[in-house]
DNA sequence: GCGTTCTTGTCCAAAAGAGAACAAGTGCTC
DNA sequence: GAGCACTTGTTCTCTTTTGGACAAGAACGC
């Protein structure tokens, strides 16, 4: 039986080489002075192949953030009235910016920051979203309950304010401290409508 | 204009990453113990693939030999009566042992140590023949003049002697000291012989 | 303005790689 | 020595990659 799609070979070793490549050449340069030749140069992949897989330089860029969020161990769910089990992503993702922000310095640029977070969010909502639906506690219905695609796109939308809001202060919180702020600007809400 | 034969970028990249496979799987394992899947796997090569460019192993590891003698850059004649201008592979080949060999050890084997010397014997033999017919003095015919074949492949199986000498005895000469071995062995020949 | 050069994104035919199946050989152990 | 697992090298079809051509759009100086 033939492998198919994103399993073959030759696709993955091609996003990878164009990740890398995007990677260090932000490492260098201001992200939006970064041309597609350059990635292609950098990466030894030719061009057409480029666009088989990514729209343009902002879609490779989003790319990686399936990288980061998709192999995120899917949380477990602890007995008990605790609710932050649901913000399991948190502190991971902070630490991942804080590992990798310091090489990237702020040469992403606001409009590469801007879409990246974007995207962030969009996907964080999708995710926290499916682990929500997967919840037993969520069979209860009741007239007043908060539909979870709400409550999903409220956690992930703050998430990335919080992060944004970190950022832009120069990271000057630890990653756990940060996680902790974000964690007491949510949990009161959380309780409230999921208990 | 299409590119052509081993031009192609695939091409390259195949090439580079089994030899590399190859390279680094001896670093940890003895030659005639790595089975041609390990190279597959560490290369993330498919097996059609490598069969399509290298006949076994062991034509995977002559094509090293290319790697080394092909970029080297052809000796430049200096005037003057002095032949030793053609023994100008000797340093850099001696020098690349020196440097790569403490890295292989002995894992590369007995067998595998006379495939590989076996074929550089036969690769510095057709270098040193082709340089010598673009030497002028070449031209000149004589009755009892030697052919240059002769003469590159007395150099060229002396110098693998020599190699061989050293790497037995193991390297305890510097590259510049083994070198000087080899040039007195073959200087006084070559200058009875080409004068 | 206007031409020149660079960039973007699309399309295509041809080449290379993937992977599975296969026969044949090797080596092992029971 | 029969069975089994593993290796080698070949062949096949299908998928991906390639590079060049192209149109359309910046960006630039003159």
Known sequence: MRKIGTEDRRIQKTLSLLREALVSLIAEKRYDSIVVKEILDRANVGRSTFYTHFRDKDDLLISGIQDLLGPMPSPTRTPGKSQDWILWFSLPVFEHHYRHAHAWGDRIGPRGRAILH??????????????????FRMGRQS??????????????????????WWLDNGMRLQPGEIDDVFRRLTLPTLVAVRS
Chains 1, 2 share one sequence.
């Open 143 to 164: 007239a007043r309950r908060i539909p979870p695609e709400v409550v999903s796109a409220y956690l992930a939308s703050t998430f990335v304010l919080v992060l944004n």
């Open 118 to 135: 974007e995207h962030l969010r969009r996907v964080l909502t999708e995710l926290i979203a499916e682990v929500m639906k997967k919840d």
